[in-house]
């Protein structure tokens, strides 16, 4: 007689087997995760690794419009690197490096506050969805021989480079390019030192900035601060003075004229061979006070013993439509004339070097650092006039190449200041020649001499 075996399926193996078997189903189901994806992480040096030399450059800022780190990556080029570029891509960058074999380009994608959150939620939001978008980067690019990051910001970038070198790509060495500090600028908003985001924000550069294999300053009084206040070592520090890149050279006068003939910024000014031109650029932000400029402006449109002057002020910026609004309400004469433009990076340099005299209103949140747009009109052969504060004397050399404001004397006024050196400047031609003169020594200083001498020694070869 046949006999049937009765089926019972699993149940009295589950009934017995306790919580062990589930633990061991949900290891064995996660095997592959582990063995092709989690290990080699940890195990495999990136998909750089064994090629050749690699660099990461993360700008969170527009690219086009972020000069130093796009000197840095033709340097880095010119000794044969592969260079990942990645920052926002609000203007295009200069031809020159998006035809460059060795450096590719990544965006970074714009966050903006389009629904007017109050600061802090807004700026929750900003670091969840960058850190999302720089672990992608990064996650592509492991393995490569140099993370470099551009301070500020410092939030979030620091310490998800930081994090992602000492899990994911431990023989990357992490370079922090320091152009101000991260603090500093965001005191700006609070004007509070002891203000808790500040101290918090202070803290955050001063501990995971001791992190990095190598730390580039702007200025001497930087790297001073760096490693008396932060505690960086000596050792791991290099001033990098920015220097003009090769896009920045003096004109002769044929070229001037043509380009004032022939640009549409120049477009409607009559008589323009009697102005003088001045130039200023800026991110229109609030560490640069232009109603000190157009207070200035406003006396010298009333002095009838100087020339007129056309100013044009590149730039954008949160408080663009607030300086535009301001030149309105001055109702200047056709003696002072101001126009604002935003050029694009091949037209940018050609500009500058028709200008007469540049203006500075930069005063730095730090006082150490200095600005960029300085460098590039002394790269043009532009004399520049200036605001005070610590660190300038390294930059701008009084009587020589420039003149600047004198912060001794509190009681007198900064436009007042500013008027009366754009008066000297332009009703002494002697002296204006003069300063000329230095501007153009100083533009013989560029940017591949100064990189060379300063970095190829640690570049050629890893970081000791």
């Keep these: 007689m046949t006999q049937f075996i009765e089926y019972r399926g699993f149940d009295h193996v589950f009934q017995y087997s306790g919580p062990w078997l589930w633990w061991l189903i949900g290891i064995y189901l996660t095997l592959p995760l582990t063995a092709y994806i989690i290990i080699p992480y940890f195990t495999s040096k990136g998909v750089y690794s064994g090629k050749r030399k690699t660099i990461s450059i993360f700008v969170l800022g527009d690219l086009g419009h972020s000069p130093r780190m796009c000197y840095h990556a033709r340097s880095f080029s010119k000794l044969e690197y592969f260079v990942n570029l990645c920052g926002y891509l609000e203007t295009q960058p200069p031809e020159d490096i998006i035809d460059d074999v060795n450096i590719e380009i990544s965006p970074i994608q714009v966050i903006r506050n389009t629904h007017s959150l109050p600061f802090v939620i807004f700026a929750a ?11 992608k980067l990064l996650l592509s690019f492991r393995g490569s021989d140099f993370i470099m990051i551009q301070n500020p910001p410092s939030v ?16 990357s060495k992490l370079v922090i390019d320091w152009h101000n500090l991260n603090y500093t600028i965001l005191n700006m908003r609070f004007r509070n030192l002891q203000h808790p985001l500040v101290r918090g924000v202070k803290l955050y550069e001063k ?39 090769y896009q920045f050279h003096p004109i002769d006068k044929d070229t001037k004229e043509n380009i004032i003939q022939n640009h549409e910024l ?32 406003k006396k010298y449109d009333l002095d009838k013993n100087s020339p007129p002057v056309f100013l044009f002020v590149t730039g954008k910026g949160p ?64 004399p520049v006039v200036s605001l005070d504060f610590p660190a300038i004397n390294e930059l701008v050399k009084q009587n020589y190449n420039g003149l600047v404001t004198s912060s001794k004397d509190s009681s007198i006024d900064e436009s ?48 000791n």
């Design 266 to 297: 120049f477009n409607g000014v009559e008589n323009l061979d009697q102005y003088k031109i001045l130039v200023s650029s800026t991110s229109f932000t609030p560490d640069e006070d232009f109603s000190i400029l157009l207070k200035a402006l």
């Design 207 to 245: 501990y995971l900035g001791r992190f990095a294999d190598l730390n580039l300053t702007v200025t001497k009084k930087m790297k001073v601060f760096l490693a008396e206040e932060f505690g960086i070592k000596k050792s791991k520090i290099i001033v990098l003075y920015d220097r003009p890149a």
């Design 416 to 463: 007042d200041e500013i008027y009366n050196l754009l008066t000297t400047a332009l009703t002494n031609e002697k002296l204006l020649s003069r300063l000329k003169e230095g501007a153009i020594a100083e533009s013989k200083l560029r940017w591949d001499e100064n990189w060379s001498q300063s970095m190829n020694d640690y570049f050629e070869y890893d970081i």
């Design 156 to 171: 979030p970038i620091l310490i998800i480079v930081i994090l992602f070198i000492k899990i994911f790509s431990r023989n």
């Design 319 to 382: 408080l663009k439509q607030q300086f535009l609004e301001h030149v309105h309400e001055l109702m200047l004469t056709n003696k002072v004339i101001i126009k604002s433009a935003w050029l694009s990076s091949e037209d940018y340099p050609r500009l500058l070097a028709t200008a007469d005299l540049g203006v500075s209103l930069h005063t730095s949140s730090s006082g150490i650092d200095l600005p960029m747009k300085i460098v590039d009109f002394f790269g043009c052969g532009v």
């Design 125 to 135: 939001q900003k670091v969840i969805i960058q850190f999302i978008q720089l672990m």
